[in-house]
């Protein structure tokens, strides 16, 4: 079935620095893939997507790139903020499908 | 644009009773509507898939007569836990969809506590 795998445990780091986090991906057919953030308290959002292969989508300072030959989708921000503090839930759909498979999510901790 | 929002926020309710939580598409129409729960410090699991004016389609392993599902118009689906019990305590959000898209809205969501 499909599956999202994101790196293990929190994540943190010190403002300006650079965030890396990893997702990769099984899915039958051709998936759109996504990132949501949840910030404390709230419900998740829509950080970006990208739906075929190279691809990049890109939002508030993140960027992502839909890598079909390695099956990720590993999310990037060159100069992180105390306000990037939040958990991030890559996500796949496959084409047709209505439902959304969700990774574990990390919690990333900003430090200023 | 684009807002779902859930009703209540925060729910304690006593074992053996049921509670009601709603989820609205505040400024678009929803044809499909979707409900997850969230563990702490895990993903959120589908529960159910419902379409306006059809039955709801639930994942495999979560009791339909236990979570009850209503959508009744474009803009309101109801999720109702009937008989809670402690095991039922956890993160509830619903989002939303609108036909031609792939995009789902998400509520805050609704924290649940059954004592």
């Known amino acids: 079935g499909d599956s999202v795998t994101q790196m293990e445990g929190p994540v943190t780091l010190s403002e300006e620095a650079f965030l890396t986090i990893n997702c990769t991906y099984t899915?039958?057919?051709?998936?759109?893939l996504f990132w949501y953030v949840q910030y404390p308290g709230e419900g998740l959002q829509l950080l970006l997507k990208?739906?075929?292969?190279?691809d990049k989508g890109s939002n508030k300072g993140f960027e992502a790139t839909y890598r079909k030959e390695t099956t990720s989708f590993h999310l990037e921000k060159g100069s992180v903020q105390v306000s990037d503090s939040a958990v991030y839930f890559c996500?796949?759909?496959?084409?047709?499908?209505?439902?959304?498979?969700f990774g574990k999510g990390n919690q990333v901790v900003v430090i200023p | 644009g684009a807002v779902v929002s859930q009703h209540p926020s925060r729910v304690i309710c006593k074992s053996g009773t049921s509670v009601k939580i709603e989820c609205r598409s505040l400024?678009?129409?929803?044809?499909?509507m979707f409900w997850y729960r969230q563990f702490p410090k895990q993903s959120l699991m589908l529960m159910a898939t419902?379409?306006?004016?059809?039955?709801?389609?639930?994942e495999q392993g979560v009791e339909k007569d236990k979570f009850l599902i209503n959508h009744a118009s474009l803009t309101l689906s109801t999720l109702t836990v009937t008989s809670a019990h402690p095991e039922d305590s956890s993160f509830y959000i619903c989002s939303a969809r609108t036909s031609g898209t792939d995009t789902q809205y998400f509520g805050p969501g609704t924290r649940l506590t059954v004592l």
């Open positions: 990208a739906t075929k292969a190279d």
């Open positions: 899915a039958t057919g051709y998936p759109s």
């Open positions: 400024d678009f129409q929803a044809t499909t």
């Open positions: 419902s379409n306006e004016g059809s039955k709801a389609t639930y």
């Open positions: 996500a796949l759909r496959t084409y047709g499908n209505n439902r959304l498979a």
